[in-house]
């Protein structure tokens, strides 16, 4: 069974670049699980997927984040990186790390990582 940790600092000042990695354990960014993908859940609201990495590095944004949005991969350290650019109070939520097996399917979540916007 895959198991996803995030990590990345709680607090993040507008405008500035939120960076999460997420390390995986007991599975491969490139096997098994071959597709990687970042969920948020702002405070009060539904779970908004953000975007998706495939095993080949092919990448699968929301059209809304597309422009601030960039999911990367690091095969040799089984981690992938989530980086949101010029981010405002709405960005503010629990950001979770996601593995599937297609590029529809979110079958293993991290426990997710509170990320506050604020100056």
């Known amino acids: 069974q895959v198991q996803l940790q995030e990590s990345g600092p709680g607090l993040v000042k507008p405008s500035q670049t939120l960076s999460l990695t997420c390390t995986v354990s007991?599975?491969?960014?490139?096997?098994?699980?071959?597709?990687w993908s970042w969920i948020r859940q702002p405070p009060g609201k539904g779970l908004e997927w953000m975007g998706t990495?495939?095993?080949?590095?092919?990448?699968n944004y929301v059209p809304s984040l597309k422009s601030r949005t960039d999911i990367s991969r690091d095969a040799a350290r089984n981690q992938f990186t989530l980086q949101l650019t010029s981010v405002t109070p709405e960005d503010t939520g629990v950001y979770y790390c996601?593995?599937?097996?297609?590029?529809?399917?979110?079958?293993?979540w991290g426990q997710g990582t509170q990320v506050i916007v604020s100056s």
């Open positions: 990495i495939s095993y080949s590095g092919s990448t």
């Open positions: 996601v593995a599937g097996a297609s590029w529809a399917d979110f079958g293993s």
């Open positions: 007991g599975g491969s960014t490139t096997t098994n699980y071959n597709y």
